[in-house]
């Protein structure tokens, strides 16, 4: 999609979901489908009918960074290091030591040159990203409600809206938000919102050489996602939080947070 259109296509929907995340539970679905008649969203898609996640496997990520070249590409997230709508990180283990690190996000792939002499007993890669909370603490400190949540599950951010506090950066306990430095406004993953509803999947799985991430929709029980999550044994970042994730791992341990 061109840039000038998904802009169009996210002011219309997100004008239009800031009136679905303030409005009363019984009036959601119906501004729900006010949103899908925007052109750009089949218009027999139902909301309610979906809820969107993703399962990322660590046992598959090679820390190649494709995801995130892909992402700033797709998004026009900018350049520079500290701005990412998705980074991987690597984790190495010593003993009972954990070294953590991500140069430019993982933009540009891993070297072994920051290592050390010793090997570690232990290293994998884990790309982070919005975790797309149930119980999103993003939403609930924003002043102006214009971080919310969309029936579907994305959690969304409403440039026309934000007035550039950040309140949702201080409050995201993933550290998932930055101030974008060309719109002054809150920016983060929306799971590529843009391109789910007619089916294609966010930049990062697409571009992903090994499959390592897999997304997909939680209502449909039979579908990949639920059948991944199904048949390996999975984790949330921070489960004592409470935020009720819906970015979903395999393969890592309690020392990733
Ligand atoms: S990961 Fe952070 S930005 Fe994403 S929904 Fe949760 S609190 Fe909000
Ligand atoms: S593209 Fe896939 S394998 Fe490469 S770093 Fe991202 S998640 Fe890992």
């Not at 010793?118 to 990203?129: G, Q």
Request: net charge negative.
């Amino acid at each position: 999609m061109a840039d000038a259109s998904r802009r169009d296509f996210l002011k219309t929907l997100g004008t239009a979901c800031v009136a679905i995340a303030l409005a009363p539970l019984a009036e959601k679905l119906a501004l729900a489908d006010e949103v899908a008649s925007d052109k750009q969203i089949p218009a027999d898609y139902d909301w309610s009918k979906h809820k969107w996640g993703m399962a990322i496997d660590v046992e598959k990520c090679i820390g190649c960074g494709h995801c995130v070249v892909a992402c700033k590409e797709e998004n026009g997230v900018p350049k520079e290091p500290f701005y990412f709508r998705t980074w991987v990180e690597r984790y190495q283990q010593y003993g009972e030591e954990t070294v953590v690190d991500s140069p430019n996000g993982g933009y540009e792939g891993f070297s072994l040159e920051n290592q050390r002499e010793e090997k570690p007993d232990k290293s994998f890669f884990v790309p982070k990203l919005c975790n797309a909370c149930e119980h999103s603490p993003c939403v609930q400190v924003c002043p102006v409600g214009a971080t919310f949540e969309t029936p579907d599950g994305a959690v969304l951010v409403d440039a026309e809206y934000c007035i550039g506090c950040r309140y949702c950066i201080q409050a995201c306990p993933y550290g998932t938000r930055f101030l974008n430095p060309i719109t002054g406004v809150a920016d983060k993953c929306t799971l590529c919102y843009h391109r789910i509803h007619d089916g294609r999947q966010p930049a990062c799985v697409e571009n992903c050489p090994t499959q390592a991430r897999l997304f997909g929709d939680l209502k449909d029980k039979q579908g990949p996602l639920n059948q991944f999550l199904r048949e390996h044994k999975i984790h949330v970042l921070k489960p004592h939080l409470n935020t009720y994730p819906k970015v979903f791992y395999h393969g890592i341990d309690k020392e990733v947070r």
